[in-house]
């Protein structure tokens, strides 16, 4: 094959895998899904683990993410939140909070399991997947990045002494303590255990199908004397 038509075959495949890409945010959007639209909230976004888990549900979202986090704006603010301690607590925060176990658990839904399949046998799911590291525009912003004021921002916080000072007085942040008491509290217990049991944790098909009981039948439970768990009281958790 000439080169110039390789050429042209691999540009019409990285244009059809960005219009998949820019098509995929556009119908999250439209589902009720919204993206973060800057670098910075796609870090909180990522570091939150009560939704972080949209893009391993959706492979639009996937493409989506990948394409965020390989911009070297992304990796600045990344950075820059990594030397706060309050992305630390809020992360943790989210890692601790009952809901992150439905965030993951959807996971196991078969229509993810179906969206995934369907994903893998896209051709322009790897178009898309293909163009997110062989866009000529990127890779521009890549060897620039050396030049971006920001990453000589970044290099001056590391001799900025109030960044050590936030993190050496971390332990006497009250927000940090109120947190980890939570491990002490029975309730915070009994809402990952309800969190765990209920079917809507693990997606419509799921929580909606298989894991309801027919006809409002009782289901054994392998834990003999554990009730059914349609009858625990859904934990009212504080966003």
């Known amino acids: 094959m000439p080169t110039h038509v390789k050429a042209f075959a691999t540009a019409l495949s990285l244009s059809a895998g960005l219009l998949w890409a820019q098509d995929a945010a556009a119908q999250s959007v439209t589902q009720g899904g919204a993206l973060p639209q800057t670098h910075e909230e796609w870090v909180q976004y990522l570091s939150n683990f009560t939704q972080n888990a ?29 030397m706060n301690p309050n992305l630390y607590m809020q992360s943790v925060a989210t890692l601790m909070d009952p809901r992150a176990y439905g965030n993951y658990a959807r996971t196991m839904d078969p229509k993810v399991v179906a969206d995934w399949t369907q994903a893998l046998t896209d051709p322009q799911f790897f178009a898309a997947l293909s163009s997110v590291f062989a866009d000529p525009n990127k890779l521009a912003r890549w060897v620039m990045a050396p ?50 049991l209920a079917p809507q944790s693990y997606g419509p098909s799921l929580g909606n199908y298989w894991l309801q009981p027919p006809l409002s039948a009782p289901v054994p439970y392998p834990l003999p004397g554990a009730p059914f768990p349609g009858h625990l009281p859904s934990p009212q958790l504080s966003p």
């Open 54 to 82: 949209d893009m391993l549900v959706d492979p639009k979202k996937f493409v989506a993410a990948l394409n965020a986090v390989t911009e070297p704006r992304f990796v600045i603010a990344a950075l820059n939140a990594m």
């Open 147 to 196: 030049l971006d004021p920001k990453v000589m921002s970044v290099a001056l916080n590391l001799l900025n002494p109030n960044v050590y000072l936030r993190w050496g007085t971390l332990g006497l942040d009250p927000r940090l303590w109120t947190m980890l008491s939570n491990t002490l509290n029975p309730s915070w217990y009994g809402a990952w255990m309800g969190g765990v």
